[in-house]
């Protein structure tokens, strides 16, 4: 990868970048009540059974109101418009948002509903990522912070 842009680190592959294993940690906080929640756990890009891109898949333990469960997502990364971007989907295809972070930032908007999603990518360096998700509408008011950070390639088994 090339060198630091400021504060952040440009990505010219998105999908290259990804690729791997990362710890995550996500901090849920809902702006109208004060209630704030976390979820551990970790997140595999790898390629699918089928077809191209990379297959997001994220598992661990989400905490809310003092109660831990299970909680998992999953996400495919498909090649974007552009080269070295992607076109992000839910696991049932339906279109998500973009991502291209050529310049180590993106900014992205997902209406669902009433509500709209703004997430904000920022890219730290090699090993280092966060999303930050603001979600508003007439029923949500929150913030998702989530950083990732590299696994190392012996981490997992």
């Not at 400021?6 to 990804?18: I, Q």
């Not at 704030?36 to 297959?55: C, D, I, K, M």
């Not at 992205?108 to 730290?124: I, K, M, Q, S």
């Amino acid at each position: 990868m090339g060198g630091r842009t400021g504060e952040f680190w440009p990505v010219p592959d998105v999908l290259a970048y990804l690729a791997g294993s990362w710890r995550v940690e996500r901090s849920v906080r809902d702006l109208a009540t004060g209630d704030e929640g976390r979820f551990a756990g970790s997140t595999v890009f790898r390629p699918p059974a089928e077809g191209g891109g990379l297959l997001h898949l994220e598992s661990g333990a989400f905490t809310w109101r003092g109660v831990t469960r299970p909680a998992e997502r999953t996400l495919r990364f498909l090649p974007g418009a552009a080269p070295g971007t992607a076109d992000v989907r839910f696991a049932d295809g339906r279109p998500f948002h973009g991502l291209d972070l050529a310049t180590g930032r993106y900014v992205a908007d997902h209406p669902c509903a009433a509500d709209l999603y703004r997430g904000e990518f920022t890219v730290a360096g090699a090993d280092r990522w966060r999303t930050v998700w603001r979600v508003g509408g007439p029923a949500k008011d929150l913030l998702l912070t989530t950083d990732y950070v590299r696994e190392a390639r012996g981490d997992r088994a």
